[in-house]
């Protein structure tokens, strides 16, 4: 569906009523399929979406969401794993809701848990990784911050 939209015109760079795109969406979604066909098509990698009234790249959409095929797709392609939107990064997004594969790949590409160490509530990486539950993305943290 999304190819025969783009061959028919549509703008890959469209935004919905929330001023979502394509992109954001197809991430949202976890499909990295949709993903790769619209950056092909010239869909702005760092466009920003709305979540209320806070703004989120899609690197941060998918972090939130989970997806981590999406997460190495992004990292493969040029996404660097510290980039942010006010406060926030994806890190720390993922963190918030336990997602500790995506925070592994995340480390893995080179994010940095002091940057920044702080969410726009003021609560740090650790307390929104124990907010989250998962004591493994706790200890990973932990073990990460001992490190640096």
């Known amino acids: 569906m999304v190819s025969y939209l783009i061959d028919k ?15 954001i969406l197809a ?4 499909s990295v399929k949709c993903c790769e ?3 092909k098509k010239g869909a702005l990698i760092n466009a920003t979406g709305l979540f209320g009234s806070t ?3 899609p690197l941060q959409w998918t972090a939130r ?3 981590l095929e999406v997460i190495k797709f992004f990292l493969e392609n040029g996404i660097t794993p510290d980039e942010k939107e006010r406060t926030m990064t994806a890190l720390l997004h993922a963190c918030e809701h336990g997602h500790l594969a995506v925070v592994k790949t995340l480390l893995d590409a080179g994010a940095s848990i002091k940057s920044p160490v702080r969410d726009r509530r003021e609560k740090t990486i650790l307390e929104l990784a124990q ?12 073990q990460q911050m001992n490190k640096e």
Do not use: C, F, Q, W
């Open 27 to 30: 991430a949202i979604g976890g």
């Open 37 to 39: 066909l619209l950056m």
């Open 9 to 23: 015109g549509v703008d890959v760079n469209a935004r919905s009523g929330a001023r979502n795109t394509p992109l």
């Open 131 to 142: 907010k989250s539950g998962n004591e493994e993305l706790v200890n990973l943290l932990l």
């Open 65 to 67: 969401a989970g997806h």
């Open 55 to 57: 703004r989120y790249t």
